[in-house]
Every structure is written in structure tokens, then in C-alpha cells.
């Protein structure tokens, strides 16, 4: 039986006896993926990508991250399929309007962005500055989303590649896939299967990042 912990316990002004842990069982398959998790670059995630059920998975375990005050102040636009040529397509007549000249190489250049992942999920921040909760959690609460949304990616055998060019920075762009007024583009999730095995790259090491805090004397 597990031990429900009383909701208001911190505010509380009466003694109560010391809560007991409870057991909990390691799991060294979390930890050996975190410990060796690795962005691929975006040619390397090819098809197949995630089913209807996989990708509803994904989704939901990204839903499970910390949020002050349950504002849920992220939501997801998936692009998948024959949506990700049309959603190009409308990007690159964009792009081209901003920019007079742009050489031929480039007039497809964000059609073919959005082809090369089987699945594409926009992680968007859509504070509430009225809400108690500081904006900056809320942000926060979004790249946490964001980042489980990469994990259990790569939990479930493909890899998401993480990225926010032009598309995601853009107003007007970000408005053509589904982007409000008031919201903005945590970023771009590519998802595929992986066609190349990652290798790592430098990490900074603990004593780099780490202090910990001590009472001056």
C-alpha cells in the first residue's frame, strides 16, 4: 500500500510523525538511456516513423512534465504525411516574399526541411501572464515537455532531433502552422528512425558546473 502525502503537509503548524519512504525499484534501463542519449542530424532519421498509437504514447509521456499551477502551458501541432509538402510548400512562398532574389537552390528549401523527418511535432509555450506562476516556469514547463517528448522517443526505438530555425522564429511563418498570437515555438521536433549510430561528443565534466552551496562563516 502506498502513503498519500497530505496536499497542504508543508504549511502545516502541528507536529506529525516523519513520513517513511517507501520502495522504489531502480531502473538501470532509464538511466543507461539517458546516459548515452544522443541527437542524430536530421538525414539520419528516416521511415519508418511513428504509428498513430506510438506517436499518441510519445505525446502523453511529453504531457508528464512538472506544471505549477496546471496551466498546461504547452500543446503540440503534429506534421505528418502529405501535411508536411503542403505546410513546406507554404513556407517556402513565404520565405520567398521576404526574400526578393533568393537563389534557385533555395525556393524548396523548407519543403525539403520538413520531408526529410517522417514526423515533425511543434512544442508550443503558450504562457498565461495573468496566472500566478511566474512566466519563466511556465517556458520552463514547456522544454520540459519538449524534452520528454525526445526521451521516450528514443525510449521507443527512434530518435528526435531537437531544433528552431527559421519557421519556429518567424511570426508569420509560425502563424502558417497553427501558431496563435500570444503563443510561441518551443521548437521542432523531428522524429524518425535512426539510419546512423551516434557517437558521442564531449561533456563538461561536474566540477565544471557543479558547486554546492555552503554557509558563510
Given at each position: 500500500m502506498?502513503?498519500?502525502?497530505?496536499?497542504?503537509?508543508?504549511?502545516?503548524?502541528?507536529?506529525?510523525?516523519p513520513?517513511?519512504p517507501?520502495a522504489?525499484?531502480?531502473?538501470?534501463?532509464?538511466?543507461?538511456?539517458?546516459?548515452?542519449?544522443?541527437?542524430?542530424?536530421?538525414?539520419?532519421?528516416?521511415?519508418?516513423?511513428p504509428?498513430?498509437?506510438?506517436?499518441?504514447?510519445m505525446?502523453?509521456?511529453?504531457?508528464?512534465?512538472p506544471?505549477?499551477g496546471?496551466?498546461v502551458?504547452?500543446?503540440?501541432?503534429?506534421?505528418?504525411?502529405?501535411?508536411?509538402?503542403?505546410?513546406?510548400?507554404?513556407?517556402?512562398?513565404?520565405?520567398?516574399?521576404?526574400n526578393p532574389g533568393?537563389?534557385?537552390?533555395k525556393?524548396?528549401?523548407?519543403?525539403?526541411?520538413?520531408?526529410?523527418?517522417?514526423?515533425?511535432?511543434?512544442?508550443?509555450?503558450r504562457?498565461?501572464?495573468a496566472?500566478?506562476?511566474?512566466?519563466?516556469?511556465q517556458?520552463?514547463?514547456?522544454?520540459?515537455?519538449?524534452?520528454?517528448?525526445?526521451?521516450?522517443a528514443?525510449?521507443?526505438g527512434?530518435?528526435a532531433?531537437?531544433?528552431?530555425?527559421?519557421?519556429?522564429?518567424?511570426?508569420d511563418?509560425?502563424?502558417?502552422?497553427?501558431?496563435?498570437?500570444?503563443?510561441?515555438?518551443?521548437?521542432?521536433?523531428?522524429?524518425?528512425?535512426?539510419?546512423?549510430?551516434?557517437?558521442?561528443?564531449p561533456?563538461?565534466?561536474?566540477?565544471?558546473?557543479?558547486?554546492?552551496?555552503?554557509?558563510?562563516?
Amino acid at each position: 500500500m502506498t502513503q498519500s502525502v497530505p496536499r497542504h503537509h508543508h504549511q502545516s503548524t502541528t507536529a506529525s510523525a516523519p513520513l517513511a519512504p517507501i520502495a522504489v525499484a531502480p531502473s538501470p534501463q532509464t538511466l543507461a538511456l539517458l546516459e548515452t542519449r544522443r541527437s542524430l542530424p536530421l538525414r539520419a532519421l528516416v521511415e519508418p516513423g511513428p504509428d498513430s498509437a506510438e506517436l499518441d504514447r510519445m505525446l502523453g509521456i511529453a504531457a508528464r512534465v512538472p506544471d505549477h499551477g496546471r496551466l498546461v502551458p504547452w500543446r503540440f501541432i503534429v506534421i505528418e504525411g502529405e501535411a508536411r509538402a503542403a505546410a513546406g510548400d507554404r513556407l517556402d512562398a513565404l520565405y520567398a516574399a521576404q526574400n526578393p532574389g533568393l537563389a534557385p537552390e533555395k525556393v524548396h528549401m523548407w519543403r525539403d526541411y520538413l520531408l526529410r523527418a517522417p514526423v515533425t511535432v511543434i512544442v508550443v509555450s503558450r504562457t498565461d501572464p495573468a496566472a500566478k506562476i511566474p512566466e519563466l516556469n511556465q517556458v520552463l514547463s514547456a522544454g520540459a515537455a519538449a524534452m520528454n517528448l525526445v526521451i521516450a522517443a528514443s525510449a521507443m526505438g527512434f530518435s528526435a532531433l531537437w531544433l528552431l530555425k527559421w519557421p519556429g522564429r518567424d511570426p508569420d511563418a509560425a502563424a502558417l502552422l497553427g501558431v496563435a498570437a500570444g503563443e510561441k515555438v518551443a521548437g521542432f521536433l523531428h522524429i524518425g528512425r535512426p539510419a546512423a549510430k551516434a557517437e558521442d561528443r564531449p561533456r563538461p565534466q561536474l566540477d565544471q558546473i557543479v558547486t554546492r552551496w555552503r554557509p558563510a562563516p
